[in-house]
């Protein structure tokens, strides 16, 4: 079965500086992984995938996540913050023609002015 | 463009009565169709999902149910509400095929409340 840990409940960030949340995976397989954002009383909004390819992917608002396989990571990353950015972070994986994702427990990210 | 809509957007029910959530897309078709509950603003579990219209496949034996009567309609259901079942359920669709159909889009959401 595939799983995803986000090991930390929040990250503050000061506005203007590098925005880091954390993923790492674990499935039996090659993975499908997501990041998706979640603002107060509303839906998941889908930022970026990897599938496959270039382990960079680049994504909505300025958002990039670096898939590394032998970390087992897939970090989600903004060069500089904006107070806008606050939200629900979500990491999620799947398997190729499994669709059944599993989500973490999520980050909250708070960006400070 | 494809659109995911879901109401009732809030919904105040007392225990043992029953509820009725729908579901619906537009723009695509024969999409794989998706429920899931999240619990204190915090982590997804998948509920149901529906790969066409009948199909449905039950991720955790609980109190409710799913059901598929249009392609593009999904609706979620109760005979008699718990306190447990209060949550936030959210809806998602993927495309259907094997290309594209690992992305899923979620609704708005419908917060619910038993009482």
């Known amino acids: 079965a595939q799983s995803v840990a986000q090991p930390e409940d929040q990250v503050n960030v000061a506005e203007g500086n590098p925005l880091t949340v954390k993923c790492t995976y674990s499935?039996?397989?090659?993975?499908?992984l997501f990041w998706y954002v979640q603002y107060p009383n509303r839906g998941l909004q889908f930022l970026l995938k990897y599938i496959t390819g270039d382990n960079l992917v680049k994504g909505s608002y300025g958002f990039e996540a670096e898939f590394n396989k032998s970390q087992t990571s897939f970090h989600l990353k903004k060069p500089s913050a904006l107070v806008s950015d606050s939200a629900l972070y979500f990491c999620?994986?799947?398997?190729?023609?499994?669709?059944?994702?599993?989500f973490g427990k999520g980050n909250q990210v708070v960006v400070i002015p | 463009s494809q659109t995911i809509h879901q109401w009732p957007a809030t919904l105040v029910q007392p225990v043992g009565s029953p509820l009725s959530l729908e579901c619906t897309v537009e723009?695509?078709?024969?999409?794989?169709l998706y429920w899931y509950r999240q619990a204190a603003g915090r982590g997804l579990q998948l509920l149901f999902y529906?790969?066409?219209?009948?199909?449905i496949s039950s991720e955790v034996p609980q109190n409710l149910s799913a059901s598929r009567p249009q392609d593009r309609q999904f609706i979620l259901s109760s005979k008699k509400l718990l306190l447990s079942d209060s949550g936030f359920y959210l809806c998602?669709?993927?495309?259907?095929?094997?290309?594209?159909?690992?992305?899923?889009?979620f609704g708005p959401g419908t917060r619910l409340l038993v009482l």
């Open positions: 998602a669709w993927s495309p259907a095929g094997l290309a594209g159909s690992e992305t899923q889009y």
């Open positions: 499935v039996s397989g090659n993975p499908y």
């Open positions: 529906s790969v066409g219209i009948g199909q």
């Open positions: 999620a994986v799947s398997l190729y023609g499994n669709n059944r994702l599993a």
């Open positions: 723009g695509t078709s024969n999409p794989n």
